[in-house]
């Protein structure tokens, strides 16, 4: 098992969401949102943007991990932690910065 690995069997976190780019959401849009089990976060890009999270566990997922690793897809190979949900969580997007000095 690589390091990679050993960290994201551990976490799993991005592999149990869906995000995409919302407008501003109303307070009956975020209301709906929250209690469907989603979550709204804000940051800031140079202009505020909210990202909606959709709770959505991969199939591929297993308790040891990723089922497809050597296969996975390019999105999932080349993710390194740097969004809202994951950025306090990632610890292989820490470690592989880190690695690349
Ligand atoms: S958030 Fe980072 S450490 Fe967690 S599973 Fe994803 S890539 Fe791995
Ligand atoms: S394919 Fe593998 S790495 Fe990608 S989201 Fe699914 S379980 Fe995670």
Do not use: H
Request: proline share 6%; hydrophobic share 25%; charged share 25%.
């Amino acid at each position: 098992m690589t390091s990679e690995q050993e960290y994201c069997v551990k976490c799993r976190e991005c592999c149990k969401w869906v995000c995409t780019q919302i407008t501003t959401p109303s307070s009956v849009d975020a209301e709906f949102y929250l209690k469907r089990g989603c979550r709204i976060l804000r940051y800031e890009d140079g202009v505020s943007k909210y990202l909606l999270y959709v709770p959505s566990v991969c199939p591929n997922l297993k308790d040891d991990g990723c089922s497809i690793y050597p296969v996975r897809p390019v999105a999932c190979s080349e993710y390194r932690g740097n969004d809202p949900i994951t950025l306090d969580v990632c610890q292989w997007g820490k470690v592989r910065d880190g690695e690349q000095g």
